[in-house]
Nanobody, 124 residues
């Protein structure tokens, strides 16, 4: 069982940066693939980024490549999402999620555990 708590969201101007954190409880955090998803009002929850349990391999949705960076600190049971060059269309509720195994890392249905989300609002 893994419990996830996101933080770091807020209001930022376009072009600005935010770093989201996701603190996990449970002794097996280091064995999970961790992902970030987001959901804007009226839209489906979409994949943002994922990171292998080792932290050595990362995956991104095409629209986030070059702007977002996912990382993890297994000693702190925490995964991060550094977001740069933010745009108004990045406004959404951002969720942290955990899954076993790498297959389907981009699919929300494959994730077993979810946080409550942290709101990111980017003003123009």
């Amino acid at each position: 069982q893994v419990q996830l708590v996101e933080s770091g969201g807020g209001l930022v101007q376009a072009g600005g940066s935010l770093r989201l954190s996701c603190a996990a409880s449970g002794r097996t955090f280091s064995s999970y693939v961790m992902g970030w998803f987001r959901q804007a009002p009226g839209k489906e929850r979409e994949f943002v980024a994922a990171i292998h349990w080792s932290g050595l391999t990362t995956y991104y949705a095409d629209s986030m490549k070059g702007r977002f960076t996912i990382s993890r600190d297994n000693a702190k049971n925490t995964v991060y999402l550094q977001m740069n060059s933010l745009k108004p269309e990045d406004t959404a509720l951002y969720y942290c999620a955990a899954k076993e195994g790498l297959f389907g890392y981009e699919l929300r249905a494959k994730y077993h555990f979810w946080g409550q989300g942290t709101q990111v609002t980017v003003s123009s």
